[in-house]
């Protein structure tokens, strides 16, 4: 028996100045991106503190709460280099394991970070924009090409393994990558899905190409 799929929409999908709808499966959650990177002397930036007030107060001790500031600062600079970058979106996804769970490992949580941005393209057709997102890519990288109900979309592939940095562990990230050019062919969406769960390529493969085929240029409910 097969049921039909359920869906939460959030508050966005009715945003007047919203340029990209899109589903994201169950697993993951939003990162308020806006709430966390409140303009200063802003009534978000009051409301901010007033939030993170509680937690502070319930701090152990002065180093147990001024490690936590420090903590909560750094990532603010990650979430705001993202912005900078064009990121207008980004979730944790959290699933259980359960492809093997009699595997070493099997049944533990795997972690992933999907993220939605937008560049600037010269104008010219959309088929010709999805090819040359992954044009110039490492041989090694694996590309596909679709058409989806949004349009053209080219996915590409790539594992990453950081260099040798101090206090950083040389852990290969994989990361899936969507790129969906906009009808009015001066911009480009691109999902991207990371995770160091490398052995689990292809369960999220479908989980981006799930996304991917959701998206919509304007907005469903209308």
């Known amino acids: 028996m097969t049921t039909a ?77 993202l912005r900078e970058t064009g990121t207008v979106h980004c979730s944790i996804g959290l699933h259980r394991d ?24 010269t104008v010219s057709p959309r088929a010709v924009t999805a090819a040359r997102a992954v044009s110039g890519l490492d041989a090694r990288t694996r590309v596909e090409y679709a058409e989806l109900p949004c349009g053209p979309v080219t996915f590409s592939e790539t594992v990453h393994t950081p260099g040798a940095v101090e206090g ?15 009808p009015d062919c001066r911009r480009l969406a691109v999902l991207t899905l990371s995770t160091t769960a490398v052995g689990r390529r292809d369960e999220y493969r479908a989980i981006l190409g799930q996304i991917a085929a959701l998206v919509g240029f304007e907005s469903p409910l209308r």
């Not at 492809?99 to 560049?119: C, I, Q, Y």
């Not at 950083?168 to 906009?182: E, F, W």
């Open 5 to 81: 799929p359920h869906f939460t929409v959030a508050d966005s999908a009715e945003d007047p100045e919203a340029e990209i709808w899109f589903a994201e499966p169950a697993g993951f959650t939003a990162v308020p991106l806006d709430a966390l990177l409140p303009e200063l002397s802003s009534a978000a930036a009051e409301q901010l503190r007033s939030t993170f007030a509680p937690f502070l107060e319930a701090a152990p001790d002065e180093s147990a709460r001024q490690q936590f500031i420090a903590l909560f600062g750094q990532g603010q600079r990650l979430l705001g280099a």
């Open 98 to 121: 359960d492809v093997d769970e009699g595997a070493e490992g099997g049944g533990g949580p795997l972690l992933s970070f999907f993220t939605v941005s937008w560049r600037d393209i």
């Open 168 to 182: 950083l562990p040389r852990t290969p990230l994989l990361q899936l990558r969507a790129h969906l050019p906009h």
